[in-house]
């Protein structure tokens, strides 16, 4: 089955300094990833995917995510924080079933001023 | 283009009562989902919508149900409320892409909250 895993319930980062909140996952198949973000009683905002090609996909708001096959993991990152970055994030996959896609539990990412 | 719209916005009802939750998809989208959200569980899918027919389902109880229009828009519906149904409920339409591949935008979904 699909599935992905956010081992961190929050990360801290300090603004300006560079950010990472990891995700793993395990497909069968080719993997097809992607990252979303969750702010403050919002729904949920697309900020990027993975098909193919290009380890490194970049997204919205300046974010990157660092695609690592031999590792299972999509990581996104940020070179430098800021506090408007605090929010909730969520890496997914789809679930095996057409639009239907398979969460992580979520990372709450802090950024201090 | 406008992104996808969700009413109510907030919701408060009572053990034992049923609800409706209206979702409209992006101009041109045909498929919806559904997506509720709670601190326990977390993200779940609920079922999707593509041309007016359930595709897919999630593991919930029959008491979730759904339906969509002509115009793409839907409507979820869960009767005899019980507690453990607060939640977010979050709508997604998608962008259908070659290969099967798909892109979900998700609406400011309704906050159901029952007492």
């Known amino acids: 089955a699909q599935s992905v895993a956010q081992p961190e319930d929050q990360v801290n980062v300090a603004e300006g300094n560079p950010l990472t909140v990891k995700c793993t996952y395990s497909?069968?198949?080719?993997?097809?990833l992607f990252w979303y973000v969750q702010y403050p009683n919002r729904g949920l905002q697309f900020l990027l995917k993975?098909?193919?090609?290009?380890?490194l996909v970049k997204g919205s708001y300046g974010f990157e995510a660092e695609f690592n096959k031999s590792q299972t993991s999509f990581h996104l990152k940020k070179p430098s924080a800021l506090v408007s970055d605090s929010a909730l994030y969520f890496c997914?996959?789809?679930?095996?079933?057409?639009?239907?896609?398979?969460f992580g539990t979520g990372t709450l990412l802090a950024v201090q001023p | 283009k406008a992104g996808v719209t969700q009413t109510p916005r907030y919701l408060i009802k009572t053990r034992g009562q049923q609800v409706t939750l209206s979702c409209s998809p992006i101009?041109?989208?045909?498929?919806v989902s559904w997506y509720q959200q709670t601190p326990g569980q977390g993200l779940q899918f609920l079922f999707e919508?593509?041309?007016?027919?359930?595709?897919n389902k999630g593991n919930f109880p029959g008491r979730f149900s759904g339906r969509q229009f002509s115009n793409s828009r839907s409507e979820m519906n869960v009767s005899t409320l019980e507690l453990g149904d607060s939640a977010l409920y979050l709508c997604?339409?998608?962008?259908?892409?070659?290969?099967?591949?798909?892109?979900?935008?998700f609406g400011p979904g309704t906050r159901l909250t029952v007492t």
């Open positions: 497909v069968s198949g080719n993997p097809y």
């Open positions: 993975y098909i193919t090609g290009d380890n």
């Open positions: 997914a996959v789809p679930g095996g079933a057409t639009n239907k896609l398979i």
């Open positions: 919508y593509f041309s007016e027919t359930q595709r």
């Open positions: 101009s041109g989208h045909r498929s």
């Open positions: 997604a339409s998608s962008l259908e892409l070659a290969g099967g591949r798909y892109e979900q935008y």
